[in-house]
């Protein structure tokens, strides 16, 4: 399975449910929005939160290269299952077409490492992942 390290720096923010999704998120080239009864959370540029929103920082992110069936069963599981064995900790994002796992940067090269040695590959990303883009231009 081919991974790709995506360039953005990632902070996982929470925000109380009843919220509106603030604008400084919406300028993100990553934006993962998350609603319940309890919370608001977004994932995004770590750059853009400011100082005041609480938020864990720090986080890279792997991408599953592909479009993911809906009848495809276990891929978070391929990649969280060798990361666990390795003790490193993930927060996954799936959407319509794929998932992604953010790993904290001071564990990406062993997450790396480890993801290797379970036969995963990385290449580079496809033009449209690069840091550049921005959805809500």
């Not at 720096?9 to 998350?34: Q, T, V």
């Not at 995963?120 to 990303?125: A, I, L, N, Q, R």
Request: proline letters at 6%; charged letters at 25%; one cysteine or more.
């Amino acid at each position: 399975m081919n991974l790709a390290i995506l360039e953005q720096d990632l902070s996982i923010c929470r925000l109380s449910p009843e919220s509106s999704i603030p604008e400084w998120a919406f300028r993100s080239s990553f934006l993962s929005l998350s609603r319940t009864a309890a919370e608001l959370s977004i994932v995004c540029e770590e750059s853009l939160v400011p100082s005041d929103v609480k938020n864990e920082p720090g986080w890279k992110m792997f991408r599953v290269l592909g479009t993911l069936d809906f009848s495809l069963t276990g891929i978070l599981a391929r990649i969280a299952n060798p990361l666990a064995e390795a003790k490193i900790s993930i927060f996954a994002v799936s959407t319509f077409d794929t998932d992604y796992v953010l790993v904290k940067k001071d564990s990406l090269e062993a997450a790396c490492e480890s993801l290797r040695s379970h036969g995963f590959t990385f290449v580079t990303p496809p033009p449209d992942e690069v840091n550049t883009r921005r959805i809500f231009d």
